[in-house]
């Protein structure tokens, strides 16, 4: 009998304790795609110290120091992600499906995934979605790979809550998700069992 492959687009990742890879390590990352060619997701819990959202829209040219007092206050208090280390230079944002270009890739009914100057110059004036994160960088993996990481008892998958990835908790993500999912990350092993 042959089974057909499980691909975990539209849900979480969640980094196992003592995973091993720093940059990963407590992450949670939302899987906007995956197939057999491989998998690409965002890390929604590690913001960036810098740049602020607003140094970032002045920086590519969206606005001028000038106009940083006429930003909306949402995003003026929002924060730059990490989103992975492939393209880290390489700007996307996470958002709500009341928005939508010709280039938004939606992901499934409540998250949309976006990565042009047009959605951050919307964000910028206060004509984006209503909730969106923005990220530097995406976690990529090759085909296969994801699903070896996971049988290795790398990660953890969970159905995802739109709620967490635009959460301003940072922090509390990683154990709201162990939470939901009964789990007390203190009390696992890192180690695979065999039988």
Request: proline residues 7%.
């Amino acid at each position: 009998m042959i089974t057909e492959p499980t691909y975990f687009e539209g849900q979480f990742l969640v980094a196992m304790p003592h995973m091993g890879d720093t940059r990963f390590e407590n992450t949670v990352i939302f899987i906007c795609a995956h197939n057999e060619d491989g998998a690409m997701g965002f890390i929604v819990n590690r913001p960036l110290p810098s740049p602020t959202p607003i140094e970032f829209f002045v920086k590519l040219g969206l606005i001028t120091e000038l106009d940083s007092p006429k930003i909306p206050e949402k995003v003026a208090n929002s924060e730059l992600n990490t989103g992975g280390p492939v393209e880290p230079g390489r700007g996307f944002v996470l958002h709500s499906a009341d928005y939508s270009s010709e280039t938004t890739l939606k992901v499934n009914d409540q998250v949309s995934l976006t990565a042009t100057l047009e959605i951050l110059r919307d964000i910028a004036v206060g004509k984006g979605p209503i909730d969106f994160l923005m990220a530097l960088g995406y976690s990529g993996w090759g085909a296969g790979q994801l699903e070896d990481e996971i049988a290795a008892n790398g990660w953890l998958t969970s159905q995802h809550c739109p709620e967490i990835i635009y959460s301003r908790d940072h922090d509390g993500k990683y154990h709201q998700i162990m939470r939901s999912m009964g789990i007390d990350p203190r009390l696992i092993s890192g180690e695979t069992g065999h039988a």
